[in-house]
């Protein structure tokens, strides 16, 4: 307690020094400058005069010395697959989606909309994006067509990747109507679509606009696409609220002080190690998706488990089934899912081999006691509780 106490002192009272030991958890091209700018308040500016590439610290810094680990499980009970990337498969991967961002126009400083289940190519799309410097902001699956115009709206995206489908709870849910019925209600026109064909569902492809990743990935295979150093400051991504409150709003994330928090966080927050693997149960479509599906266990060197699916099908162990086939040391999730899992079978906790997870994280809403107290003694281990929607202090 004493050395944590110490710890927090530093953040706060000497913040200079403190995040530019963080800093050095990254790979820079270029070494900040200056800390923090806060010049013009409310508005702060993160190691200013700094160059780095999210993508190189969540890929390319580790292929030397864990090329071969697993760094992305993709887990479908929808589809019935499971597919394990290495460092060195997502890398080759990544840099396909990159040539083919590319071919289709897509240069530094765009912006690329992403509208996808939870499958790897969404991963891929992301990390492409990041590692050419494009801005991109993923919008979740769930939203229908008059949501998803807005957002186009405003983001006026250069391509817009997506999909024929994405299931839920065995049910089909076409996305490439939604996507076309959205086009249409913008004033905003991307000069092209880049499609994922799960097979799930047909599509209209509108010629000239629309391509299928499938034919472009294997015209790229093989590519070297490297990673363009940007400025800290420069943005990495946008998300947008969900709009219940009025017009959703664009919140954006820079480049340099994103990875820094990701990083640190990993390491001070989840407490993880590289080669460990994480298992955050959110959606990419929300910030926690983000930062602790994508970004933060890849930049931490570990494997990150992408699961599209409900927590009860095909039975109301999966999840934890999961745990224990990839040995799983630390799972992020929320409240309202624990409290559906507290209705299964109490059996499910003790059927699996557990031992490899050290905590359960819970945050985005407040966590009852009987719940906290059910999860606790049944995983054997204190669940971490965060309440509320908290906002980390620092470069986040």
């Known amino acids: 307690m004493t050395r944590y106490q110490e710890f927090h002192r530093r953040s706060l009272q000497e913040p200079d020094a403190f995040w530019s030991e963080q800093a050095q958890k990254i790979d820079w091209q270029t070494q900040p400058q200056q800390i923090c700018d806060y010049s013009n308040p409310p508005f702060a500016k993160w190691f200013v ?18 090329g071969d680990q697993a760094a ?4 479908s009970t929808e589809t019935d697959t499971e597919r394990v990337y290495t460092f060195a498969q997502l890398h080759d991967e990544v840099q396909r989606m990159a040539a083919a961002m590319q071919s289709l126009g897509v240069r530094t400083g765009d912006r690329v909309l992403i509208y996808m289940p939870m499958i790897a190519d969404a991963v891929f799309a992301m990390l492409a994006c990041t590692r050419i410097g494009a801005v991109h902001s993923v919008v979740f699956g769930g939203f229908a067509s008059g949501s998803l115009a807005s957002r186009i709206e405003d983001a006026q995206p250069t391509l817009i990747v ?5 299931s839920r709870g065995g049910k089909v849910v076409p996305y ?20 994922a064909d799960r097979q799930l569902a047909p599509m209209d492809i509108v010629a000239g606009r629309d391509h299928l990743w499938s034919s472009l990935r294997e015209q790229f295979a093989g590519t070297v696409v490297p990673c363009v150093w940007l400025e800290s ?9 969900s709009g219940t409150t009025g017009k959703p709003k664009g919140v954006q994330r820079d480049t340099g ?36 599906i994508v970004y933060g266990p890849l930049i931490g060197g570990m494997a990150t488990i992408l699961y599209e699916g409900l927590p009860t099908r095909p039975h109301g162990g999966i999840w934890w089934e999961l745990v224990q086939k990839y040995r799983v040391t630390v799972m992020f999730s929320a409240p309202t899912a624990v409290r559906v899992l507290k209705k299964q079978d109490p059996a499910l906790l003790s059927r699996y081999d557990l031992s490899s ?40």
């Open 176 to 195: 490439k109507p939604l996507l076309d019925a959205a086009i249409a209600l913008s004033s905003h026109k991307p000069q092209a679509v880049l499609l």
């Open 357 to 396: 997870l050290r905590a359960l994280f819970l945050a985005g809403e407040p966590l009852d006691e009987p719940t906290a107290q059910w999860i606790s003694e049944g995983l054997g281990n204190p669940s971490l509780t965060t309440t509320g929607r908290p906002r980390a202090a620092g470069p986040s």
């Open 233 to 241: 400051t420069h943005p990495s991504y946008t998300l947008y609220t």
């Open 72 to 75: 992305l499980i993709a887990v």
């Open 257 to 292: 002080g994103y990875t820094v928090a990701l990083a640190a966080s990993m390491e001070h927050i989840f407490c993880t190690k590289p080669g460990e693997t994480y298992f955050c149960t959110s959606d990419i479509g929300w910030v926690v998706g983000h930062c602790y």
């Open 162 to 166: 997506s999909a024929d489908a994405g």
């Open 49 to 66: 005069g700094g160059t780095t590439n999210i993508c190189h610290n969540a890929i390319d810094r580790h292929l030397a010395t864990r």
